[in-house]
């Protein structure tokens, strides 16, 4: 085990062996293995956005095992879906890449306001096929985030419990935030920090803005002229809302980005800013398998570079 891979697990101290030991297994699986980095592929948009808006544009991908292949070709980190994608191919693929169950999941046929999470798989579920880890997502800002936050909290001590680690994606949105406010570094910032002491291990976040949501916010960041001008330094703020940089803090592809180069550059911002990866979904499986190889290769190629401006925690 790397002298980084040590560092990141000692500031988890509270976690019985068989949760850093399947921590480990995702910091040391695939191209950056060691590292301390990681690139995951997330295939949750089926249920989230709708096949057709989500596989049509590389057909391929409407079998859930084109994503397992994908993902282990590519040496990402791990594979994180809903329950039915993952019994598709769990068993084929059993021990070939650590798998995330996302217990949780909302669909686009309501368009609420206040969105909210059914949990859809149980720990149980995440022990039966292998998994490494269990993933959630909650949304601070929604009216309904109260009772998110205490589902994700009794759903990560069962997980921890049972030696699992806790993903968590962190989407700040409801009527309390504007459209802009969704991506607001103070409000990503809160995100963050509302993930890690909820008990996260893993938390994913979107690419925040230099838009500041809040008015006492604001007065805080330009009072302290606390640095958010390039997507460098606001990662690196992002970084540190999740406890000084001691969880693990990775950053949403969004939608698709046939763009390689803007793609890339937002890459390079997320490596300079101390950020721990990527989590590449329709950016990588809505391409021809071709483009998608190169393209996660070329992330990964990034984040096994040595930082610009190295940090440490």
Known sequence: ?????????????????????NLARLLN???????????????????EHGPARSFAPNPPAYDPRYHFDLAIEA?????AAPLGFLEAGARDFAGEIPLILKLSAADTLRGDKDPSQ??????????RLGCCAIGMTIYPGS???????EHLRAQAEEAKRQGLAVVVWSYPRGSSLSKEGETALDVVGYGVQIAAQLGAHVIKVKLPTAHLEEAAARKVYEDLHIPIATQAERVRHIVDC???????VIFSGGAAEFDEDK?????????????????????????????ALHMLGAVMDIYAAAPTAARTP
């Open 29 to 47: 699986h695939g191209r950056l293995g060691g590292a301390g980095k990681l690139v995951i592929l997330p295939v949750d948009q089926g249920f």
């Open 118 to 127: 059914a949990q859809i798989a149980s720990v149980q579920d995440a022990l």
């Open 1 to 21: 085990m790397t002298p980084r891979i040590q560092e990141i697990l000692s500031w988890y101290g509270a976690d019985n062996p068989g949760t850093l030991s």
């Open 75 to 79: 040496g990402c980190s791990a594979y």
């Open 263 to 291: 793609l890339l550059d937002e890459i390079r911002s997320i490596h300079a800013g101390g950020g721990f990866g990527s989590i590449l979904g329709r950016n990588s499986f809505q391409r021809p398998r071709a483009e």
């Open 143 to 149: 009216a309904h985030e109260l009772e998110m936050y």
């Open 242 to 248: 999740a406890f000084a940089g001691r969880r693990i």
